[in-house]
């Protein structure tokens, strides 16, 4: 997720070719190198007669019974057919918030997100850290992290009771992520956490915390990526003592004799078989590289069938531009007809939710619009979601170091954002390797969870209202990575004069952006004689308390007197109630 795309091609394009090493002095491995398998150990004078190894043979494919993810019912793998999807259940639409545990094995070394690749990518501080803190990746490749991704500090249901008690209606939990481990009981990925580390169903334990909460259930799956996002790890260092020493990518079977992964295929994880090449983010083939093989595909379709059948997810995430691998294959297309005919055999009705990024008219009938780490300028037809996380998608050490977390007021502000425009939030707390929050992490989300008390009233189950609001309405959802994948338009600055209106059993809820130094909020779309303000006003009150306030009506505004002592944090709701207020 994390580095900007043109970044991410010329990143890997140019770590395959080995143009991205720079001298370097390799300083002694720490003594965490004891880690290191010995039998991999690489002397210097080894390293300078090492002649690049041939690529390694593909992976012998599991194979899926007869008519393996096909599934009668009214949804047949095609746009046309799809979008008689329409839109999203009322549940999705009334629960407005969900938290997100982006986690998995690239968050042991605490680095932040794309670990697994840039530890293969010699000019990135990441492969410093990576050789400082393990070894070389000749040596210590990143499947060998998989093993200290051990969750020893995991406690689902208690992670699960703080995330509903800040107001959390749904969770979602990881599959897998570009580095391709699935977290699961996957039939088809035999590097999975039942098999290796944690050594049990992450998504299971998840899963069953959340629905015994009386959560709605969401898995996010990242894992269709390797064949491009891994193609550094075929690559060496092109100078120092260990130049030319093919890193652990392009390892074999039969490598792994005698070794903690005997018996496992490094390329049924690297998926490194092939020359590299030239590939944009949906991995469609550019300037004539090797075409993604069938089987490649085929594998990631049969572990996300294989999850369809084992968590039955109400909602299923995407990290696509549209869907997996499209369009230079139909998986996307039949995992989704898959999923909502799964959904309608096994609930009686279609109240599942599947969403994609950079979508078009014709696909946002089909499946919901996420938008990463942005929100919306305007308000959508559709319901959507913002996905976007209080600091890096996978756990950095250095934001509870700096202590540059988001905070409960910039989460609070992208929710009355996003809300007014008939969207979502999934916010993402990332978890260290170990699976406990940090105590920053723990704050926040406490005082989150006061605001919420406070003001949850005036967000569940509202729709947009006349007008989105008034003063600033740019998105507040965060960093824009730009593009039409995560939304446009800069984060707005906010003060008292910005407001951002939501409606709800005909009662308007305007939530101001501050507390107005003077006191007196003055609502414009409410004026008299506008036709935002149709209606009578007949009582206001701040969200949570029951006690009207004081006010005016005129062809200004709607003019609130406040409190002399401010009530609440952050954002601020008022309840407006009267007769023809709302449509």
């Not at 012998?60 to 799809?82: H, K, N, R, Y």
């Not at 996957?186 to 998840?206: C, E, F, H």
């Not at 060496?236 to 260990?242: R, V």
């Not at 599942?352 to 946002?364: D, I, P, R």
Request: net charge neutral; aromatic share 12%; with cysteine.
């Amino acid at each position: 997720m994390p580095l900007p795309r043109r970044k991410f091609l010329q990143q890997s394009t140019l770590a395959a070719a080995g143009a991205l090493a720079t001298p370097r002095l390799f300083t002694k491995l720490s003594a965490a190198d004891s880690l290191v398998d010995p039998a991999t150990e690489t002397t210097e004078a080894e390293a300078t007669t090492v002649v690049a190894r041939p690529l390694p043979p593909a992976p012998t494919p599991i194979v899926a019974p007869a008519d393996f993810g096909v599934m009668a019912g009214p949804f047949q793998p095609t746009w046309e057919s799809l979008a008689t999807y329409k839109s999203a259940p009322d549940w999705f639409r009334d629960a407005k918030f969900g938290m997100w545990a982006h986690w998995g094995p690239q968050c042991v070394p605490e680095q932040g997100d794309w670990y697994a690749q840039k530890m293969y990518m010699p000019n990135d501080s990441v492969y410093k850290f990576h050789v400082e803190h393990y070894g070389h990746p000749s040596k210590f490749g990143f499947k060998d992290i998989l093993p200290l991704f051990k969750a020893e500090k995991w406690d689902p249901e208690h992670l699960i009771s703080l995330y509903k008690r800040a107001g959390a209606k749904y969770f979602m939990c990881m599959a897998n992520h570009h580095d391709n481990f699935d977290m699961f009981d996957s039939t088809y990925q035999p590097w999975n956490s039942v098999a290796i580390g944690p050594k049990k169903s992450l998504v299971g334990g998840w899963e069953k915390a959340a629905r015994e909460a009386g959560l709605k259930f969401a898995i996010s799956s990242h894992g269709d990526r390797a064949w491009s996002w891994y193609q550094a790890a075929q690559g060496s260092d092109k100078e120092g003592p260990l130049a030319r020493v093919p890193y652990d990518g392009i390892m074999s079977k039969a490598d792994g004799k005698g070794r903690w992964w005997e018996g496992l295929d490094p390329q049924d994880y690297y998926a490194q078989y092939h020359p590299t090449g030239d590939y944009d983010w949906p991995q469609n083939v550019r300037n004539g590289a090797p075409p993604l093989a069938r089987e490649f595909s085929e594998k990631y379709f049969n572990r996300t069938i294989d999850l369809i059948n084992k968590h039955n997810p109400d909602l299923l995430y995407f990290d696509d531009t549209v869907l997996p691998i499209y369009p230079s294959t139909d998986i996307g297309l039949r995992i989704a007809a898959y999923y909502y005919n799964h959904t309608l055999k096994r609930n009686g009705k279609l109240d599942c939710v599947l969403t994609g990024k950079g979508l078009n008219a014709e696909q946002s009938q089909a499946i919901v619009m996420d938008i990463e780490r942005n929100g919306s300028p305007t308000s959508r037809v559709e319901p959507w979601q913002t996905d976007t996380c209080i600091g890096s998608w996978h756990y950095d050490i250095k934001h509870l170091n700096k202590h540059d977390y988001k905070n409960a007021r910039d989460i609070a502000r992208i929710l009355v954002d996003n809300a007014s425009k008939n969207g979502n939030l999934m916010l993402n707390i990332p978890l260290p390797g170990h699976g406990l929050p940090d105590t920053d992490e723990l704050a926040i989300i406490a005082d989150f969870t006061l605001w919420m008390d406070r003001n949850g009233a005036g967000i569940y189950a509202t729709r947009p209202w006349r007008t989105i609001g008034e003063g600033s309405v740019g998105a507040a959802a965060g960093t824009s990575f730009g593009g039409a994948r995560r939304g446009r338009g800069t984060p707005a600055t906010f003060t008292a004069h910005d407001f951002r209106f939501m409606q709800k059993d005909g009662s308007v809820f305007a939530f101001a952006m501050d507390w107005p130094a003077d006191g007196n909020l003055v609502i414009k779309s409410l004026a008299e004689g506008v036709a935002s303000g149709a209606g009578n006003v007949e009582r206001v009150e701040i969200i949570g308390v029951n006690e009207p306030l004081k006010f005016t009506r005129d062809a200004n505004g709607l003019n609130i007197t406040l409190p002399a002592e401010k009530i609440g944090d952050h954002v601020y709701g008022f309840k407006i109630s009267g007769t023809g207020l709302t449509v």
